[in-house]
């Protein structure tokens, strides 16, 4: 499988972005997806999951503003992210999983300002 992120940008705080993911899999209806990010400095933590089922996760630190998303007919998986803060600086990877196995995209850089 592999994933091809785009999307990021440079925004003021209180703008929006989206992130879209396209993913080359034949059956990517079974897939686990999820968006990670890695600021500077800092260990890669999850932001927003979504199970095969459509369940849907986030961080409490995105929870309200983000929102992720799936489109199974064309294999995609967005992540909606409004309100953003300085704080939400950070390259974003798009993740998806199928059993043990997990993919990982390039990543997109995402840049706040204050």
């Known amino acids: 499988v592999q994933l091809q992120a785009s999307g990021g940008g440079l925004v003021q705080a209180g703008g929006s972005l989206k992130l879209s993911c396209t993913a080359s899999a034949s059956r990517f209806n079974v897939l686990a997806l999820a968006w990670y990010r890695q600021a500077p400095g800092r260990e890669r933590e999850s932001v927003a999951t979504?199970?095969?089922?459509?369940?849907?996760n986030y961080a409490a630190s995105v929870k309200e503003r983000f929102a992720i998303s799936r489109n199974n007919a064309d294999n995609t998986v967005l992540l909606q992210m409004n309100d953003l803060k300085p704080e939400d600086t950070a390259v974003y990877y798009c993740?998806?999983?199928?059993?043990?196995?997990?993919?990982w995209g390039q990543g997109t850089l995402v840049t706040v300002s204050s």
């Open positions: 979504i199970s095969a089922a459509g369940r849907r």
């Open positions: 993740n998806a999983k199928w059993g043990s196995v997990t993919y």
